[in-house]
């Protein structure tokens, strides 16, 4: 069965840490670009980082730029988001995505959300 299984999620004070981690399995893992995404109630899901493989430059949203880290280890079949300085504004559902074009279609796939929250 394809799976991404999220964790480390939890709640901090602002200022503070978490290391979200997201292991893939039933898919070629090291063909697939990533992301993190997280969403708050009633607003549309963000965008936070995206990576395509270890030979590109993370994409990170402005509001995390400097604060966040995204990384990957194919060996291990995981994904990363090293998440610093925590805000407030940074509470949400966190989720990884994997996600890979070919000629045949685009396969998409998601972990189940872990929830961040920040307090101030």
């Known amino acids: 069965d394809v799976q991404l299984q999220a964790s480390g999620g939890g709640s901090v004070q602002a200022g503070g840490s978490l290391r979200l981690s997201c292991v893939a399995s039933g898919f070629s893992f090291d063909d697939y670009a990533i992301a993190w995404f997280r969403q708050t109630p009633g607003k549309e899901r963000e965008g936070v980082s995206c990576?395509?493989?270890?030979?590109?430059?993370?994409y990170y949203a402005d509001s995390v730029k400097g604060r966040f880290t995204s990384s990957r280890d194919n060996a291990k079949r995981t994904m990363y988001l090293q998440m610093n300085n925590l805000k407030p504004e940074d509470t949400a559902v966190y989720y990884c995505?994997?996600?890979?074009?070919?000629?045949?279609?685009?396969?998409?796939?998601w972990g189940q959300g872990t929830q961040v929250t920040v307090s101030s």
């Open positions: 995505n994997a996600v890979r074009a070919t000629t045949s279609g685009e396969y998409d796939y």
């Open positions: 990576f395509s493989d270890g030979n590109a430059l993370p």
